[in-house]
């Protein structure tokens, strides 16, 4: 019974742990321009902070295909009036409500689970067009709106995600690492009671 109850919870363990090791299968690295997700956000909105978390969290790992830049837009007027305009090219409309995550021609409203891998995705498509459209990119350059551009550190630096010094602002990238190394555990020991179980 002991067995059987030990394998429920490693089995139990895996499920809940597949969804933060989701492998995302990488185009071949060309000369390709980069692709930009860029996040709208609202200074301290819950969604915006784990869309902020999960980016960051990725560090370099996608670094030769995409970059992500943030606008907080709740108390910069000039970058919630580039929200709007943004909002309307890619066919929504921006009323405040946060996070507004642009790729390409493409938009997400909210974050939640799957979301960060649904805009990677997004992002490496738009890494192999040849016709990629950088809707935000075409509206800074046809209209100044005097904005205030993130790097993904700077907008979780101010959320209060991560400390406001170098060595902190890296240990973010290794979080994916560890989260591997944790279900390869649970699948070892999952194994090792099924090899226990055998005897």
Sequence with gaps: MKKVILSTIAIMLMFV???FVRAIEKPEVTDHEKVTIYIFR?????HCQNAISYFYSLGDEYADYLEVKAYEVWKNANNASLAKDVAAEVGTSFTGG???IVVGEKYVGGFGEGTGAELIQYALDYYQDEEYRDVVEEKLANKSYDETVETIAEAAISEGLIGGNAATQETGKYDTLIIIGIFVVLIGGFAGLVIAGKK
Excluded: D, K, S, T
Excluded at 42 to 46: L, T, W
């Design 17 to 19: 742990m597949m969804p």
């Design 42 to 46: 609202g200074e301290g909105c819950g």
């Design 98 to 100: 946060v996070p507004l």
